[in-house]
């Protein structure tokens, strides 16, 4: 092991890490939200539009995400969309995170019981008030373990990005053993790198995980 | 004669293309009444609560609430609940909000009242159920009785004009039914209009000022209790109280 090529080449990766994490971060918001609309509008049963986010979902769901980037990055061009690297990596990864964060937030709402809807309605609640109230509250909780699963899923599947020549941590490595042959150097400080990156993000999940149930969120509970 | 509260004319209501499992009822509560209503499991008690407060469509007939008809008005449907409150069998508390939370919540919301008035009215509700000091506390945290007695006190804060308990200890252990039914108890004793569903013969003969029985979706008996459980008229309301008395079985 070659530990002073390592230390040569940790800021490279420190540089691709935070591109990483950039795009990562930027993606997993715009799927956040993306999923979020688009449960809502199935929910809330808005025509056309659902029939579109429907197809939208099954399209997102069963296509591999490099297909998706080769797509914006080569596809587009053709008919006169130029998205630069950066950009086909954010949408990319909103494209397919959508819609799993989408389908996660469903389950959500569709696991808080009837009775709870009644009770609000009994109360004199109006559909609206009982949706915003009640049921968003504890589909959010319920989804939170979907979230946490989503957001790792979606950082290692960041590591597809280096084909659309983004220089994220993939792409330098594969720079590096193409270059000097480090291939055992590369790959150990690109695993290392990942597990840097994921493994804060899974503990910190699985902290807010306790802390939902401990409040007893989306859980009615038993005697 | 008093006018009723809450009336149902002909009221018949069906799942799907089943045969109804209400059918033709007529009944009428008026100011401070309390009536139970009893008969075998699957006899259309609790989804006629439910067609009360409107939680179930039904297929023809009228509710009138104060004489007037509010079946049909789905665009005030709210409104209308918001007078007839309604305690269901399971714990329905809102699990994302502590005790006092969950009280507070519709009067804030729905009535547009003041919180501090809502917040001092609310525990002094809790306070005579018991459990003011569990206000801060998140449902999980109580035991069944505690949680429906907040779920009684979360409907009294809307002030409803007549309350509809669905079976609201049946799914309690049966030390926790008391705590329970001594809460209703005392209610009907202030003069709270309720229309009672419950297993609990003995509950039902100390609260109500009338009986009906319903069996197969119809008005079978409606009577005092007095009568009802001593001089039952019908064999079909014979033979379900019956089921009551063990020591009638022969081993």
Same mark, same amino acid.
């Given at each position: 092991?070659?530990?002073?090529?390592?230390?040569?080449?940790?800021?490279?990766?420190?540089?691709?890490?935070?591109?990483?994490?950039?795009?990562?971060?930027?993606?997993?918001?715009?799927?956040?939200?993306?999923?979020?609309?688009?449960?809502?509008?199935?929910?809330?049963?808005?025509?056309?539009?659902?029939?579109?986010?429907?197809?939208?979902?099954?399209?997102?769901?069963?296509?591999?995400?490099?297909?998706?980037?080769?797509?914006?990055?080569?596809?587009?061009?053709?008919?006169?969309?130029?998205?630069?690297?950066?950009?086909?990596?954010?949408?990319?990864?909103?494209?397919?995170?959508?819609?799993?964060?989408?389908?996660?937030?469903?389950?959500?709402?569709?696991?808080?019981?009837?009775?709870?809807?009644?009770?609000?309605?009994?109360?004199?609640?109006?559909?609206?008030?009982?949706?915003?109230?009640?049921?968003?509250?504890?589909?959010?909780?319920?989804?939170?373990?979907?979230?946490?699963?989503?957001?790792?899923?979606?950082?290692?599947?960041?590591?597809?990005?280096?084909?659309?020549?983004?220089?994220?941590?993939?792409?330098?490595?594969?720079?590096?053993?193409?270059?000097?042959?480090?291939?055992?150097?590369?790959?150990?400080?690109?695993?290392?790198?990942?597990?840097?990156?994921?493994?804060?993000?899974?503990?910190?999940?699985?902290?807010?995980?306790?802390?939902?149930?401990?409040?007893?969120?989306?859980?009615?509970?038993?005697? | 004669?008093?006018?009723?509260?809450?009336?149902?004319?002909?009221?018949?209501?069906?799942?799907?293309?089943?045969?109804?499992?209400?059918?033709?009822?007529?009944?009428?509560?008026?100011?401070?009444?309390?009536?139970?209503?009893?008969?075998?499991?699957?006899?259309?008690?609790?989804?006629?609560?439910?067609?009360?407060?409107?939680?179930?469509?039904?297929?023809?007939?009228?509710?009138?609430?104060?004489?007037?008809?509010?079946?049909?008005?789905?665009?005030?449907?709210?409104?209308? $609940? /918001?007078?007839?409150? =309604? &305690?269901?069998?399971?714990?329905?508390?809102?699990?994302? @909000?502590? *005790?006092?939370?969950? !009280?507070?919540?519709?009067?804030?919301?729905?009535?547009?009242?003041?919180?501090?008035?809502?917040?001092?009215?609310?525990?002094?509700?809790?306070?005579?159920?018991?459990?003011?000091?569990?206000?801060?506390?998140?449902?999980?945290?109580?035991?069944?009785?505690?949680?429906?007695?907040?779920?009684?006190?979360?409907?009294?804060?809307?002030?409803?004009?007549?309350?509809?308990?669905?079976?609201?200890?049946?799914?309690?252990?049966?030390?926790?039914?008391?705590?329970?039914?001594?809460?209703?108890?005392?209610?009907? $004793? /202030?003069?709270?209009? =309720? &229309?009672?569903?419950?297993?609990?013969?003995?509950?039902? @003969?100390? *609260?109500?000022?009338? !009986?009906?029985?319903?069996?197969?979706?119809?008005?079978?008996?409606?009577?005092?209790?007095?009568?009802?459980?001593?001089?039952?008229?019908?064999?079909?309301?014979?033979?379900?109280?019956?089921?009551?008395?063990?020591?009638?079985?022969?081993?």
């Amino acid at each position: 092991m070659d530990f002073e090529f390592i230390f040569t080449y940790i800021p490279t990766y420190i540089e691709a890490a935070k591109l990483t994490i950039k795009i990562g971060a930027c993606g997993i918001a715009g799927a956040f939200v993306v999923g979020i609309i688009c449960s809502l509008i199935i929910e809330l049963k808005i025509p056309v539009l659902r029939q579109l986010v429907q197809i939208y979902i099954e399209l997102s769901r069963n296509t591999p995400l490099l297909i998706q980037l080769f797509f914006l990055y080569f596809g587009l061009p053709k008919v006169g969309i130029v998205l630069s690297s950066k950009a086909c990596g954010v949408i990319g990864l909103i494209f397919l995170g959508g819609s799993y964060m989408a389908e996660g937030f469903r389950t959500g709402i569709e696991n808080v019981p009837k009775i709870q809807r009644e009770s609000a309605y009994s109360l004199g609640m109006t559909k609206k008030q009982t949706f915003w109230k009640i049921v968003m509250p504890q589909a959010v909780a319920t989804s939170v373990p979907v979230f946490c699963a989503n957001v790792i899923f979606l950082l290692k599947e960041t590591s597809v990005f280096s084909a659309v020549a983004l220089a994220d941590l993939m792409y330098v490595t594969k720079d590096l053993i193409g270059l000097y042959y480090k291939t055992d150097e590369a790959l150990m400080m690109l695993v290392v790198s990942y597990l840097v990156i994921l493994l804060p993000i899974s503990l910190v999940s699985s902290w807010i995980e306790r802390r939902v149930r401990y409040a007893g969120f989306g859980n009615t509970g038993s005697v | 004669m008093e006018q009723a509260i809450l009336q149902t004319v002909a009221l018949t209501k069906s799942f799907d293309a089943s045969p109804p499992v209400l059918k033709n009822i007529t009944f009428s509560i008026k100011k401070g009444e309390v009536v139970v209503v009893i008969g075998p499991s699957g006899c259309g008690k609790s989804t006629f609560l439910r067609c009360l407060n409107l939680l179930e469509p039904i297929d023809s007939g009228e509710i009138l609430l104060d004489g007037k008809e509010i079946s049909s008005d789905k665009k005030n449907i709210h409104k209308y $609940r /918001e007078k007839i409150g =309604m &305690v269901f069998q399971s714990y329905d508390l809102f699990p994302h @909000k502590t *005790v006092l939370e969950n !009280v507070m919540l519709a009067p804030v919301l729905v009535q547009k009242k003041k919180k501090e008035e809502v917040k001092k009215e609310a525990e002094a509700l809790l306070d005579r159920v018991g459990l003011l000091e569990k206000k801060g506390m998140y449902p999980r945290q109580l035991s069944g009785g505690q949680k429906q007695r907040v779920a009684i006190v979360r409907t009294l804060m809307m002030h409803p004009e007549v309350l509809l308990l669905d079976e609201i200890t049946a799914a309690l252990d049966p030390e926790m039914v008391r705590e329970v039914l001594q809460v209703v108890l005392e209610l009907a $004793r /202030e003069g709270m209009t =309720m &229309v009672i569903v419950t297993h609990e013969m003995d509950f039902a @003969k100390a *609260v109500a000022d009338r !009986v009906i029985f319903l069996d197969k979706g119809e008005i079978v008996e409606e009577e005092t209790p007095q009568e009802f459980f001593n001089y039952p008229k019908t064999e079909r309301a014979k033979k379900f109280l019956n089921t009551f008395h063990f020591e009638a079985l022969e081993i």
